[in-house]
């Protein structure tokens, strides 16, 4: 199970790990999901530590990232809202500053969307990073969200998926920030042409 940097950010943020520490492991463990997991969030906070001198507010920060795909099932559209619903109440009853900007930031991850921080920025290269990774890796993503899709008919799943790429080619930018922009851009645009064309 991956969560050696989960723990630590979890406790540095609510002060002890819990029984929401539990459900948390337990959400992104649901067998239901291949790509937004426990790694995924892993790999979130991971990036993040390479760039959090760049981040103006760095605890909702981490907790959007925590908290952002918390809910997912994927044939739902409304997972973003109920995964920033649950983070805004949570931390409400914790009394933690800034939960409306939490709530915000884990919205925006419903894409494609439109920051306007560089918080917002930082956080949306950060989750779409996987896109510019090697090949090797992007191939392995893409297999794992068709996995999570496994109920929708092959022709439908094709359609759909080929409409959100290309939604994402079609951006100037695919990432916001010099950092991710200079590091995955332009693997990213080969990544998704190759996945238009072999769907």
């Known amino acids: 199970m991956v969560k050696n940097l989960i723990q630590p950010v979890f406790k540095?943020?609510?002060?002890?790990?819990?029984?929401?520490?539990?459900?948390?492991?337990?959400?992104?463990?649901?067998?239901?999901?291949?790509?937004?997991?426990?790694?995924?969030?892993?790999?979130?906070?991971?990036?993040?530590?390479?760039?959090?001198?760049?981040?103006?507010?760095?605890?909702?920060?981490?907790?959007?990232?925590?908290?952002?795909?918390?809910?997912?099932?994927?044939?739902?559209k409304d997972n973003e809202e109920k995964s920033a619903e649950y983070a805004f109440e949570l931390l409400n009853k914790s009394n933690f500053d800034n939960a409306q900007k939490v709530k915000d930031l884990i919205l925006l991850t419903k894409h494609p969307s439109i920051p306007k921080?560089?918080?917002?920025?930082?956080?949306?290269?950060?989750?779409?990073?996987?896109?510019?990774?090697?090949?090797?890796?992007?191939?392995?993503?893409?297999?794992?969200?068709?996995k999570e899709y496994i109920d929708v008919p092959k022709v439908m799943y094709s359609f759909g998926r080929k409409k959100l790429l290309k939604k994402f080619l079609a951006q100037e930018r695919l990432f916001h920030t010099d950092y991710f922009y200079k590091k995955y851009e332009d693997q990213a645009r080969t990544n998704l042409k190759w996945a238009i064309e072999r769907l």
Do not use: W
């Open 12 to 76: 540095s943020i609510f002060g002890k790990e819990t029984a929401e520490y539990a459900f948390l492991i337990e959400k992104y463990s649901e067998p239901q999901r291949f790509y937004h997991t426990l790694k995924h969030i892993e790999d979130c906070l991971k990036k993040c530590e390479k760039v959090k001198h760049e981040i103006d507010d760095l605890k909702p920060f981490q907790v959007a990232l925590l908290y952002h795909d918390l809910f997912y099932a994927p044939k739902r």
């Open 117 to 146: 921080t560089q918080d917002e920025m930082l956080l949306l290269d950060i989750d779409l990073s996987i896109l510019g990774e090697e090949q090797s890796i992007y191939e392995i993503y893409e297999e794992n969200i068709r």
